[in-house]
C-alpha cells in the first residue's frame, strides 16, 4: 500500500466525539516509551505526524489520522507510566478502554511491545483481556534495530512461548525498527488485505 495522504483529523478523550462515518479504524497502542509515535511517523512516512518526545507519557488523547481518505490511524495514549499519578494512569485506562469496548469501527489493535524486554505482567494482562473480550488485535515488536539478531531471535521466541502458555494460537506478529524502516510494508500490506476484504 502506498501512503499518498495522511492528515490529523482530532484528538478528543471521549469515544463519542471520535469521527463519525464508517471508515475502517487501526489502532497502536503500547506502554509508555515503547517508540508508537517514531512508529506511526515511518509507517505513514511522514517526519511528524504523531509528536515524538524524549519523555515518556506524551500521548495522553485519542488522535485520528485520515490515511488516503480511505482509513484511519488511531494514536492510543500510553499506558503504564509509573511516574503519573495513580488517578492520572487509571483516567488513561479509562480513555484506551473506552474506545478499544466501544468503537465500532475499530477493525484492529496493534499491540506495540518493546522486543528489547522480558514480557511485561502489564502487556500480558492487557493482551489477555483483549483475548477474552474478542477485540481483533496484533502484536508489533519495535527497536528491533537494537539488538543483534540472534537476541532479537530469541526475546520474541521466548515472548512467543509465554503466550502460548495460555493461549492455542497467537496473532499476527509484526518485527519493526522505526530507525531502519523494518516491517512498515509488511504492516501497510496486512492493513490492506483487511480493507480488501472489507
Avoid at 102 to 109: C, D, I, S, V, W
Avoid at 151 to 158: D, G, R, S, T, Y
Wanted: neutral net charge; hydrophobic residues 35%.
Amino acid at each position: 500500500m502506498e501512503i499518498k495522504s495522511a492528515t490529523f483529523e482530532i484528538s478528543n478523550t471521549d469515544v463519542t466525539k471520535c469521527p463519525p462515518g464508517n471508515k475502517p479504524e487501526y489502532a497502536f497502542v503500547g506502554r509508555s516509551n515503547v517508540g508508537k509515535s517514531s512508529l506511526i511517523n515511518m509507517i505513514t512516512g511522514r517526519k511528524a505526524l504523531a509528536l515524538t518526545s524524549q519523555k515518556p507519557g506524551k500521548t495522553t488523547l485519542i488522535n485520528h489520522f485520515l490515511i488516503n481518505d480511505e482509513w484511519y490511524l488511531v494514536d492510543l495514549p500510553g499506558y503504564g507510566f509509573a511516574q503519573r499519578a495513580k488517578s492520572e494512569r487509571e483516567k488513561i485506562w479509562s480513555v484506551i478502554n473506552n474506545y478499544i469496548q466501544n468503537r465500532e469501527q475499530l477493525t484492529n489493535l496493534f499491540v506495540l511491545l518493546d522486543s528489547r524486554l522480558e514480557p511485561q505482567k502489564i502487556d500480558l494482562q492487557f493482551m489477555e483481556k483483549l483475548g477474552e473480550d474478542g477485540i481483533p488485535f496484533s502484536i508489533i515488536f519495535t527497536k528491533a534495530d537494537k539488538l543483534s539478531k540472534s537476541k532479537l531471535a530469541e526475546n520474541i521466541n521466548n515472548y512467543k512461548s509465554k503466550l502460548l502458555e495460555t493461549w492455542e494460537e497467537l496473532p499476527p506478529v509484526f518485527i519493526t525498527s522505526a530507525e531502519k524502516k523494518d516491517g512498515r510494508e509488511e504492516v501497510l500490506n496486512y492493513i490492506d488485505e483487511i480493507n480488501k476484504s472489507l
